[in-house]
């Protein structure tokens, strides 16, 4: 049972790119799922977060009117799109289910993770 991650790469600022986190071994029907980040000598945060049904969502401030959290629970598979993107969204990406979908990402829990992808904006 786990969780994968895919479509990080290098992107000038301003660009874009779309994660996808596809489920393996399970549905994720059933489970809120959260996007997470960390940077090099940072600490993990939480990025955004999407209800089971898809009807609840929530961004931390750094990345609301430029990220969307989608998914499609035909394909098992919760997608994170990034838009006007900044050096300082430079992380390994890691999706998580979670427990909660709440506007506070320590509050959201976590379950089975992925192995991250890399994100990096530079120019």
């Known amino acids: 049972l786990q969780l994968v991650e895919s479509g990080g790469g290098l992107v000038q600022p301003g660009g874009s790119l779309r994660l996808s986190c596809a489920a393996s071994g399970f549905t994720l029907d059933y489970y809120a799922i959260g996007w997470f980040r960390q940077a090099p000598g940072k600490e993990r945060e939480g990025v955004s977060c999407i209800s089971s049904s898809g009807g609840g969502t929530n961004y931390a401030d750094s990345v609301k009117g430029r990220f969307t959290i989608s998914r499609d629970n035909a394909k098992n598979t919760v997608y994170l799109q990034m838009n006007s993107l900044k050096p300082e969204d430079t992380a390994v990406y890691y999706c998580?289910?979670?427990?909660?979908?709440?506007?506070?990402?320590?509050?959201w829990g976590s379950g089975y993770w992925g192995q991250g992808t890399q994100v990096t904006v530079s120019s």
């Open positions: 998580s289910t979670i427990q909660l979908c709440s506007s506070n990402y320590h509050y």
